[in-house]
């Protein structure tokens, strides 16, 4: 199961949107909505911010949105903080029971 | 409150048999729809899903690794093992355990991994 394909960094001022795209194929984003993101500070583990293409967990602003299209899967970040300065994640759920994650894209507040 | 703790060797020399406990808290391995991952994260930060356990003793593996890779559960001490054997200076990592949804399809949450390193 190959990786999915995100860019590997993004930047944007504070106050501005962002979006990151999370690219798969028919065997994992195109055929579920078992996509979900994660935000991952320096040091720190991985949390869930987005799960099921665009559902936000309990906590998690509502600066944070899913969407997908076909094979592709996006989360965008509206009113950009500095607090967002973080590596993000896409996962999917794959036709072969286990899971693919992106290769992660590092978000720069200017 | 669903916390999760890896623990395990943090260095190894090649060839040898890894063992990493999950041991969590706020949450029952014994109840209906609970699931428990693992997951690792090279040190150029890819992740990589590797093998699942469920409430029901259902067990999944990575695709790649499932020869390499065992999966259990000890349900009183509230922990999951992962063997992985043959360990390779390319499976140098963090190790991570998480909560899978009940029947869902997220990692939340994340406990705070373990590194480890193998080398000769």
């Known amino acids: 199961q190959s990786a999915l394909t995100q860019p590997a960094s993004v930047s944007g001022s504070p106050g501005q949107s962002i979006t990151i795209s999370c690219t798969g194929t028919s065997s994992d984003v195109g055929v579920y909505n078992y996509v979900s993101w994660y935000q991952q500070h320096p040091g720190k583990a991985p949390k869930l911010m987005i799960y099921d293409v665009s559902k936000r967990p309990s906590g998690i602003s509502n600066r944070f949105s899913g969407s997908k299209s076909a094979n592709t899967a996006s989360l965008t970040i509206s009113g950009l903080q500095a607090e967002d300065e973080a590596d993000y994640y896409c996962s999917s759920y794959t036709t072969s029971s286990t899971w693919v994650f992106g290769g992660g894209t590092k978000l720069t507040v200017l | 409150q669903v916390t999760l703790k890896e623990s395990g060797p943090a260095l190894m020399t090649p060839t040898q048999t890894l063992t990493l406990t999950c041991t969590f808290s706020g949450f029952s391995l014994s109840t209906r729809g609970v699931r428990v991952s693992w997951i690792r994260q090279s040190p150029g930060k890819t992740l990589e899903w590797l093998a699942r356990i469920d409430w029901d003793d259902d067990k999944f593996y990575s695709t790649s690794l499932k020869t390499r890779l065992t999966i259990s559960k000890d349900t009183s001490k509230n922990q999951v093992v992962l063997t992985m054997t043959n360990m390779d200076p390319v499976d140098t990592a963090t190790y991570y355990c998480?909560?899978?949804?009940?029947?869902?399809?997220?990692?939340?949450?994340w406990g705070q991994g373990t590194l480890v390193t193998v080398s000769s």
């Open positions: 998480a909560r899978t949804g009940d029947y869902a399809y997220w990692f939340d949450p």
